[in-house]
């Protein structure tokens, strides 16, 4: 009889590789979204911004995210089960974004959101049930 795996018990390798793929493409979301917060304060810089308070706000949301993402990314790495559903949140809200973004932004573009989207919510899902919070099932 081969012992019952549960959430304590210590990765399968597949499991392991999955969780450093999820950890990888959230920290990637988190630096490109700091990458469009930065070109925002540099339309600022130059001027070419119509309104100040929107830019600002604007920077402000997207520096939140980058937060999150990171804090995300660490506890993936981590392999704390409370940064699984904020990946996955994020990342299946990305997905009809990436799907939109086919008729307003060139293609490349627009495949790569869709297929870091998909990729983080599989790669999180083959993560497995993470420790902690009640009997194994």
């Given at each position: 009889?081969?012992?019952?795996?549960?959430?304590?018990?210590?990765?399968?390798?597949?499991?392991?590789?999955?969780?450093?793929?999820?950890?990888?493409?959230?920290?990637?979301?988190?630096?490109?979204?700091?990458?469009?917060?930065?070109?925002?304060?540099?339309?600022?810089?130059?001027?070419?911004?119509?309104?100040?308070?929107?830019?600002?706000?604007?920077?402000?949301?997207?520096?939140v995210f980058v937060l999150?993402?990171?804090?995300?990314?660490?506890?993936?790495?981590?392999?704390?089960?409370?940064?699984?559903?904020?990946?996955?949140a994020f990342n299946f809200l990305m997905?009809?974004?990436?799907?939109?973004?086919?008729?307003?932004?060139?293609?490349?573009?627009?495949?790569?959101?869709?297929?870091?989207?998909?990729?983080?919510?599989?790669?999180?899902?083959?993560?497995?049930?993470?420790?902690?919070?009640?009997?194994?099932?």
């Open positions: 009889m081969t012992p019952r795996r549960d959430a304590t018990t210590d990765p399968i390798p597949r499991e392991r590789t999955a969780g450093q793929v999820a950890t990888v493409l959230v920290a990637f979301e988190a630096v490109a979204l700091a990458g469009i917060a930065a070109f925002y304060l540099y339309e600022l810089l130059i001027g070419e911004g119509t309104d100040l308070l929107i830019i600002i706000m604007s920077v402000v949301t997207i520096l999150g993402l990171s804090y995300t990314a660490k506890g993936l790495r981590a392999r704390h089960p409370r940064a699984q559903a904020p990946a996955v997905v009809p974004l990436g799907i939109a973004m086919f008729q307003f932004a060139p293609w490349w573009l627009s495949t790569v959101v869709l297929v870091v989207a998909v990729a983080t919510i599989v790669s999180v899902l083959l993560m497995g049930r993470l420790g902690g919070g009640g009997p194994p099932v």
